[in-house]
């Protein structure tokens, strides 16, 4: 994976041509007529952006292109519309779906010149308005203002997410793999999230028109309560009424996915393997700092946050004196909980971590708790937001559903299974609540858009609180680390050096830089002899040295050095001193080794180091990349003594031909 990741990024960057046409097609073709509805834009933006965090492209050549094919797209978009005008009705697919010009129309009428900005940021009327506004024949200078500014705002809007994916993608690969692993989840996530309810939203009329045409065919032909409860859901009278339907039909396929995932664990199908694949893979890629990312992600759908989220809901509808809402929310939170530890006990699923003993997972009270309570929210914003308020809405609220299900998973709480099938019961009784609800209250609710702000407050307010008064941190699911194995410097020198590592290792065994060091000191004599020798401790991290990464004139020991894991364990030690230029510096990293060397009455822990040469490269300002320099990154045991590290050179060896110094300090 990692090996295919850095060949894709190489072909690209050795022929950038190729991405920057990308770049100017997808911009231009996606706001032309037509086209536009089939082309991936904002993808394509993002990738390109990806490719400029990781330097393999030019930003400000990015951006240039982006625009330059987005102004020229929108005004071959005008230019049609100017030149055929009231023949455009009559040619596909605006002659099949006239429905697709009027909304067009509906906007530009709304918002005038304005039109053709916010246009550009909504997928369905990006490559429309444009054509409206020729047809109704704005004059050229003015199109052509709002045209450039729309295409300068929407640009960075869509390039610069890219450019901090894959400047993440870049540190976090120059620490470990696995932390690009966890970044790609949380990314994919927020992607198909926000997809996903695009998608769901963009389809929504055309699905249930449909499903409301086969329904009412099925209530002409059975006149019985079920037939006159259709009709009731089909009345033209009701506001909801499309809204009634496709809910009615997200039921009927969450009940379905439901229990097939119940039949399959309970006769061991092929979903239980999967489990199985998913859990190890993530206990594969973890890691300290992915367990502490995961740990303060997974309080979204702590207690404290969705009890705090209940409240609000609560004195939310006491206000609009929506007293069935209180009971259709509470109804939703505590039902849905007793209904699935009946199921819990039923079943008598044990889960992943063998720590979490006498527990029950399937279907998984965790997940669907989450469910239930964003989920409901999710559907209270929706009536009382706009489409574009409904779009975030619904795709934050599958995000976090989505992220907190990964925590459960990643923890070993539970398996895929029990996600998914926690998941599809709550949303089966989010949306039979829902259902009654709409019913019930036909009338469209008074209009709120204050309230996702208010709620977004209070998640982040409830989160903050959990995070201060008790950090992030991973269950006890890791067994103790055991002690050090204790042997003799006449066992290390002979043969126990062998046994070490030759290479840092990450994700399977890959062979990252040598370990050219294995020095026996404790860890506060070691730091005392590299500081005497003129090395210091590597930057923390921390915002203000992140911030260096982008600042255009700066020394390579400015920047932070990043903590690199060997074999899942974090680097211990990390010393750097500057190189021969402003643009180098020498880095040193060391792990233990599950040893230690006796000397007498005590024992001194081993070490294993490795020395590597970064240089600072500006291939796409203003990002600063720092890259190990092959050709220096073998530290020559030779030199372990006028190298700077204050040691006795206790031995030389080879390890697969990578030159071993064998250290070790004084015994004061």
């Not at 240039?64 to 009559?90: K, L, N, P, T």
């Not at 239930?372 to 914003?381: I, K, M, S």
């Not at 643009?583 to 294993?608: H, I, K, M, Q």
Request: aromatic residues 10%; contains cysteine; glycine residues 8%.
């Amino acid at each position: 994976m990692e090996h295919a990741y850095v060949h894709f990024l190489h072909l690209l960057s050795g022929h950038p041509e190729w991405m920057l046409t990308v770049v100017f097609l997808a911009a231009f073709l996606e706001a032309v007529a037509v086209i536009g509805t089939f082309i991936p834009g904002s993808t394509a933006m993002f990738l390109a952006g990806a490719l400029a965090g990781t330097g393999s492209l030019s930003l400000g050549w990015v951006f240039a292109w982006a625009i330059v094919g987005a102004i020229a797209g929108d005004g071959m978009s005008f230019w049609i519309g100017s030149r055929y005008q009231q023949r455009i009705v009559r040619l596909w697919p605006f002659s099949r779906h006239p429905e697709v010009l009027e909304a067009g129309y509906r906007f530009f009428d709304r918002h005038g010149a304005k039109s053709v900005v916010l246009a550009r940021f909504i997928g369905p009327l990006r490559a429309i308005v444009p054509v409206v506004a020729g047809m109704l024949h704005m004059t050229p200078a003015r199109f052509y203002a709002m045209n450039v500014l729309s295409a300068l705002l929407w640009a960075p809007a869509h390039i610069l997410p890219g450019v901090v994916f894959g400047a993440s993608v870049l540190l976090a690969g120059a620490v470990s793999f696995r932390l690009v692993v966890i970044i790609a989840l949380l990314a994919g996530i927020l992607w198909l999230s926000f997809r996903a309810a695009a998608f769901l939203l963009s389809h929504a009329n055309a699905w249930s028109s449909a499903a409301g045409r086969h329904l009412g065919s099925w209530a002409c032909r059975h006149p019985g309560p079920l037939g006159r409860l259709a009709r009731k859901m089909l009345d033209p009278a009701q506001p909801d009424a499309s809204s009634v339907v496709v809910t009615s039909l997200f039921v009927l396929a969450c009940g379905a996915l439901f229990f097939g995932v119940l039949e399959d664990v309970v006769s061991g199908d092929p979903l239980t393997r999967v489990d199985l694949s998913v859990y190890h893979f993530l206990q594969s890629v973890r890691t300290p700092w992915g367990d502490t990312v995961l740990a303060g992600l997974a309080t979204l759908g702590s207690v404290a946050t969705l009890t705090a989220l209940v409240v609000t809901v609560a004195v939310w509808m006491l206000w609009e004196r929506r007293w069935r809402a209180i009971g259709y929310w509470l109804a939703a939170v505590v039902f849905s909980q007793l209904l699935i530890f009946a199921m819990q006990f039923a079943m008598h699923r044990a889960p992943p971590d063998q720590l979490m003993s006498g527990s029950y997972v399937f279907p998984s009270d965790h997940v669907a708790a989450a469910v239930v309570v964003y989920g409901f929210l999710a559907f209270l914003l929706a009536r009382r937001v706009g489409m574009v308020e409904s779009l975030l809405v619904a795709a934050a609220s599958m995000a976090v559903v989505i992220v907190v299900a990964l925590a459960g998973l990643y923890f070993g709480r539970f398996w895929v299974s029990d996600a998914i099938g926690g998941a599809a019961l709550a949303y089966v009784w989010v949306a039979i609540v829902a259902l009654t609800a709409m019913l019930r209250h036909p009338q469209t609710p008074p209009q709120r858009r204050f309230m996702p702000a208010v709620v977004l407050v209070v998640i982040l307010a409830s989160v903050g609180v959990q995070l201060r008064m008790r950090p992030p941190a991973p269950p006890p699911d890791r067994a103790p680390r055991p002690q050090p194995v204790l042997i003799t410097q006449s066992q290390w020198t002979a043969s126990v050096w062998e046994r070490l590592p030759c290479y840092r290792s990450d994700m399977g065994g890959d062979r990252k830089e040598p370990l050219t060091l294995q020095w026996a000191s404790s860890i506060d004599s070691i730091k005392g002899h590299l500081r005497a020798q003129g090395w210091v401790e590597g930057t923390d991290l921390s915002a203000r040295s992140l911030l260096s990464l982008a600042s255009p004139n700066v020394a390579a020991v400015s920047l932070p050095v990043l903590p690199k894991l060997n074999d899942g364990v974090p680097s211990a030690l990390v010393f750097m001193r500057p190189g021969d230029t402003r643009d180098e510096r020498d880095v040193l990293r060391f792990w233990p080794s599950g040893y230690a060397v006796e000397n007498g009455t005590s024992a001194t822990p081993l070490w294993v180091g490795a020395f590597v040469r970064e240089r600072l490269s500006r291939p796409s300002w203003p990002l600063n990349i720092l890259r190990v320099e092959k050709r220096a990154a073998s530290f020559q045991a030779r030199d372990a003594a006028d190298a700077g590290l204050g040691a006795a050179l206790v031995a030389t060896v080879s390890c697969h031909g990578v030159p071993v110094a064998l250290l070790a300090s004084p015994v004061e």
